[in-house]
């Protein structure tokens, strides 16, 4: 199953796409995560991309798009896989489908996860990422169970640099500059599907997979 996971900053996109990977058992590729192990590693594309993610703004589509490129090719996309964090424009998603038909792939759902604007800032403002394995917590809604130790894999916990005032404000903006089209696109092609993700994450996984069933009636999940 393809998935492509839509949705503002804070929405749950990374929180949902690493559980329903492993529910499906298909990979969860997030190009911020992979742009930020660029940035980690100081390659020529993290150095690159770093001044955009800290401006909150897009990095060039060209870069996202090779780098995703490059990962579509791995063997372990050949069943599925949930796509988060692109497409973000209509150009992006033009190029998806270019790449995926190259591949003789195709998305099978498009969830849109929508969050009003006060839980995005209060998810965002309390997130704390694995330094090691990338899991996801929240200081009040998912707390670890050692203040600052993944529970996963005892790495230590962090928050993002882009998750700063100034920052998550032009995210948004620029979410909201690009959102409209990118879901019409969609729309049209009848892909689109609404969760609602001011809820609790299982309920909001639920209802994912309850919508993945029903446009696949043989997924399988764990
Ligand atoms: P990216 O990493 O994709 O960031 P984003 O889209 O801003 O989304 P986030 O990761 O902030 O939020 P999320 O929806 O994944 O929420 P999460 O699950 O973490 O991109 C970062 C930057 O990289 C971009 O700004 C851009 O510069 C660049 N970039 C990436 N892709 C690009 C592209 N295609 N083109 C160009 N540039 C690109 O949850 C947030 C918090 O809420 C967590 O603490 C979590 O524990 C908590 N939480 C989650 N769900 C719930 C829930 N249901 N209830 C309570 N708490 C919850």
Redesign the pocket.
């Given at each position: 199953m393809r998935i492509v996971l839509l949705?503002p900053?804070?929405?749950?996109?990374?929180?949902q796409a690493k559980v329903l990977a492993q529910k499906l058992q298909v990979p969860h590729i997030?190009?911020?995560?992979i742009?930020r192990q660029n940035v980690a590693q100081q390659t020529a594309l993290g150095k690159e991309a770093k001044d955009?993610?800290d401006k909150?703004?897009?990095?060039p589509?060209e870069l996202?798009t090779q780098m995703l490129d490059k990962r579509l090719q791995q063997l372990d996309v050949k069943h599925g896989f949930i796509l988060?964090?692109?497409?973000?424009n209509l150009a992006?998603a033009k190029v998806l489908d270019v790449m995926l038909k190259e591949k003789k792939m195709d998305i099978d759902m498009v969830v849109y996860l929508d969050a009003s604007a006060q839980v995005i800032i209060q998810?965002?403002s309390?997130?704390?990422v694995c330094k090691s394995c990338g899991a996801?917590?929240?200081a009040t809604?998912?707390p670890p169970k050692v203040a600052l130790v993944c529970d996963t894999c005892k790495g230590k916990l962090y928050q993002r640099s882009?998750d700063n005032e100034e920052t998550i404000k032009n995210?948004l903006s620029v979410y909201r500059k690009e959102v409209k089209d990118l879901s019409l696109y969609y729309q049209k092609i009848h892909k689109l599907e609404h969760v609602s993700?001011d809820?609790?994450?299982p309920i909001?996984l639920e209802k994912v997979i309850s919508l993945a069933k029903q446009r696949n009636d043989t997924v399988k999940v764990r």
């Amino acid at each position: 199953m393809r998935i492509v996971l839509l949705g503002p900053p804070g929405a749950g996109k990374g929180t949902q796409a690493k559980v329903l990977a492993q529910k499906l058992q298909v990979p969860h590729i997030s190009t911020g995560d992979i742009l930020r192990q660029n940035v980690a590693q100081q390659t020529a594309l993290g150095k690159e991309a770093k001044d955009y993610m800290d401006k909150g703004l897009l990095v060039p589509d060209e870069l996202v798009t090779q780098m995703l490129d490059k990962r579509l090719q791995q063997l372990d996309v050949k069943h599925g896989f949930i796509l988060d964090g692109y497409p973000r424009n209509l150009a992006q998603a033009k190029v998806l489908d270019v790449m995926l038909k190259e591949k003789k792939m195709d998305i099978d759902m498009v969830v849109y996860l929508d969050a009003s604007a006060q839980v995005i800032i209060q998810r965002l403002s309390g997130r704390l990422v694995c330094k090691s394995c990338g899991a996801n917590f929240h200081a009040t809604n998912m707390p670890p169970k050692v203040a600052l130790v993944c529970d996963t894999c005892k790495g230590k916990l962090y928050q993002r640099s882009d998750d700063n005032e100034e920052t998550i404000k032009n995210r948004l903006s620029v979410y909201r500059k690009e959102v409209k089209d990118l879901s019409l696109y969609y729309q049209k092609i009848h892909k689109l599907e609404h969760v609602s993700a001011d809820e609790d994450p299982p309920i909001v996984l639920e209802k994912v997979i309850s919508l993945a069933k029903q446009r696949n009636d043989t997924v399988k999940v764990r």
